[in-house]
T-cell receptor
Framework: SQQGEEDPQALSIQEGENATMNCSYK?????LQWYRQNSGRGLVHLILIRSNEREKHSGRLRVTLDTSKKSSSLLITASRAADTASYFCATVPNTNAGKSTFGDGTTLTVKP | SQTIHQWPATLVQPVGSPLSLECTVEGTSNPNLYWYRQAAGRGLQLLFY??????ISSEVPQNLSASRPQDRQFILSSKKLLLSDSGFYLC??????????????FGEGSRLTVL
């Protein structure tokens, strides 16, 4: 079963607006990662946040992690049409880094 | 720099035919290797992962098998394809647990259609 669950399933915004996606998970983690997938392509790693971190930034990306609520959010600021893609969270367990678990993703559409 | 190659990119196969998808990684040694399957509009399902040559862990009972004949080569196979094997297959690698935190680096995927 999928551990990570993204919310919303789909998000449509205008260029320049901010996009926020959420991820919830069920068991303890070592870290949580966000990936991006353009249609028909492989996934690209965006950002990693460790279980002892609460917030992390990378360019226009901001990720938060609340281990007490077992949830994370990905914020994309000042979105661009090129940000249109599906975004997935993946949780890496404490015991085995080889078993990342992915959610079903959020499909983001940024309208120019 | 590290690169990952996966092929073929697209294939259409009849039910009952064999399958072989291949993945190779360059620029790193002793990587963890993974095969994922993605159904349309869904997330990734881990099929197999390997921490070394000849070491394969299967996550989901199914019609598929995996092999790792060389350190940086990972092969997904089937003797007889089923309709339900259709999907988008992704190969990925990561540093091993001691060296990395589990970031995955993906190939471009192989879209399999079984008719």
């Amino acid at each position: 079963s999928q551990q990570g669950e993204e919310d919303p399933q789909a998000l449509s915004i205008q260029e320049g607006e901010n996009a926020t996606m959420n991820c919830s998970y069920k068991t303890s983690i070592n870290n949580l990662q966000w990936y991006r997938q353009n249609s028909g392509r492989g996934l690209v790693h965006l950002i990693l946040i460790r279980s002892n971190e609460r917030e992390k930034h990378s360019g226009r990306l901001r990720v938060t992690l609340d281990t007490s609520k077992k949830s994370s959010s990905l914020l994309i600021t000042a979105s661009r049409a090129a940000d249109t893609a599906s975004y997935f969270c993946a949780t890496v367990p404490n015991t085995n880094a080889g078993k990342s678990t992915f959610g079903d993703g959020t499909t983001l559409t940024v309208k120019p | 720099s590290q690169t990952i190659h996966q092929w073929p990119a697209t294939l259409v196969q009849p039910v009952g035919s064999p399958l072989s998808l291949e993945c190779t990684v360059e620029g790193t040694s002793n990587p963890n290797l993974y095969w994922y399957r993605q159904a349309a509009g869904r997330g990734l399902q881990l099929l197999f992962y390997s921490v070394g040559i000849g070491q394969i862990s299967s996550e989901v009972p199914q019609n598929l098998s995996a092999s790792r004949p060389q350190d940086r080569q990972f092969i997904l196979s089937s003797k007889k394809l089923l309709l339900s094997d259709s999907g988008f297959y992704l190969c990925a690698w990561s540093q091993n647990w001691v060296r990395g935190a589990g970031e995955l680096f993906f190939g471009e995927g192989s879209r399999l259609t079984v008719l």
